[in-house]
């Protein structure tokens, strides 16, 4: 499905109220943690492609799983399929199969799991046999993917001893170690971080006595709300930056203590005149000034989902940009260095050099092209997303367009209140 996007026809008049789906890191989380403890109850879970992934291949009584696109799902439950008894073989896309995996595997395989390559080595398919891990302490790579290390730390309170996980190198993504850490502690499970080590103990308490904690908002003893996607509510974000001073939009489901790393987009964007506030956990978005800087240097390794946004924000609005951090997005679900630079050379007068872990970008002010931009998706819902609110200035012609069920399935209908006019091509 190709959608062609083309600039609203007038402004909205009145407050613009979105509900977007709970986060899918989030929710991933949680379903590990649900398959371990049982009498977990998940409030607001994501209805993303990757959460329903996760979801059925939980439930599956198969030995074979295939979980499509989703890269969270391959990584914890290649450790979950590992920490259980039982044989299973773990498939994914294309994409996936060429995502590397062997940091991981390497990992597992070091503390006592049995795990084989079906065809590439390093890489999925996976075949498990579960429940021979032993060992209680692990080295891992940090520097690599925390989605690594948040696999492991998922299962540890569920092995023998619980486990010590050794991180060499420098950590990358930080925020999503933290939330996985928030997470385990909400029901209970001790965790030990230090610089070099994080360190998390066997729980030997029973599902009735998980505890909460306020920033997870639980709603009982074993009840816990997944906050709404903060990754998603960059587009919109992006959106009020490319509005008139005085729009306003509203998010539903934010908390003004996040767990989520995003949130840092708050402070981001306040470069681009957006102003943002709280109200009984609603997250509201105003644009304060027309004023923007003229260039911006931002160092998103906590943050790399949010690349492609700002990234596509400056482009908008004619903002040079110098972003850093950015290794993690080689391996994501396109290289999405290489994605930003072809489709970003496609609007005009701007240059984008690119390094393994930067882009900069040089550009004018966006004008209206006679014809439309065409943005390549390359099988990543971000970059479908990320390029959505630039409709604003010019037209667009989004390839792919569904992609964007891996993570905000409701994107479409929810850019079609905003006014802008979309067509199915």
């Known amino acids: 499905m190709d959608l062609l996007l083309e600039k609203p026809l007038d402004s909205l008049s009145k407050e613009v109220v979105f509900t ?19 009498e977990l109850e998940i409030v607001n879970l994501s209805n993303s492609d990757d959460t329903i992934h996760m979801q059925e291949a939980l439930m599956s009584q198969k030995n074979h799983v295939d979980i499509g696109h989703a890269g969270t799902a391959m990584r914890f439950l290649t450790a979950y399929y590992a920490s259980k008894k039982g044989l299973v073989t773990i498939t994914g896309s294309q994409r996936m199969q060429q995502r590397p995996i062997a940091v991981l595997v390497d ?5 006592g799991a049995k795990i ?15 429940g021979h891990i032993n060992d209680t302490a692990v080295k891992l790579d940090a520097s ?38 928030r997470h385990l502690q909400s029901i209970g499970v001790t965790v030990n971080w230090s610089q070099i080590d994080i360190s998390v103990e066997k729980d030997d308490k029973s599902p009735s006595e998980l505890i909460s904690i306020s920033s997870l908002n639980s709603t009982s003893q074993k009840s816990l709300t997944v906050e709404s996607d903060w990754s998603s509510a960059g587009y919109w974000y992006s959106w009020v930056a490319l509005q008139d001073t005085g729009y306003q939009l509203t998010l539903q489901h934010y908390f003004k203590e996040s767990v989520q790393g995003d949130s840092k987009l708050s402070e981001y964007y306040e470069a ?14 105003t644009k304060r000034s027309e004023k923007v800087a003229q260039r911006i240097v931002i160092n998103l390794v906590n943050e790399p989902d949010q690349a492609q946004t700002i990234f596509a924000t400056c482009l908008a609005l004619g903002v ?12 994501k679900e ?14 005009r007068e701007s240059v984008i050099e690119t390094t393994q872990d930067t882009i900069t970008l040089t550009c004018i002010p966006l004008e209206q092209h006679a014809e439309p931009v065409v943005i390549d998706t390359f099988d990543d819902h971000r970059m479908a ?13 989004i390839k792919d367009a569904g992609v964007v069920t891996k993570s905000y399935p409701q994107f479409w209908n929810d850019l079609k209140r905003v006014n802008v006019n979309i067509t199915e091509i």
């Open 272 to 285: 681009f005149g957006v102003q943002t506030s709280f109200d009984n956990n609603q997250l509201i978005l």
């Open 116 to 130: 084989e390559y079906v065809n590439e080595e390093g890489y999925p398919p996976l075949k498990i046999e579960g």
């Open 144 to 181: 690599v993917s925390s989605q690594y290390i948040t696999a492991l730390m998922l299962i540890a309170p569920s092995l023998e001893n619980g486990l010590k996980i050794e991180l060499i190198g420098k950590l990358t993504s930080r925020p999503y170690i933290e939330m996985t850490v």
């Open 20 to 38: 977007i789906t709970g986060s899918k890191s989030e929710s991933n989380r949680l379903l590990i943690l649900k398959a371990l403890y049982p």
């Open 320 to 331: 040079d940009a110098h972003l850093t951090g950015l290794h993690t997005l080689r391996i």
């Open 334 to 347: 396109t290289d999405r260095i290489a994605a930003l630079k072809d489709v970003g050379s496609r609007f």
């Open 385 to 397: 997303m990320a390029f959505a609110p630039v409709a604003c200035r010019t037209s667009l012609l």
């Open 107 to 111: 990992a597992l395989r070091s503390i």
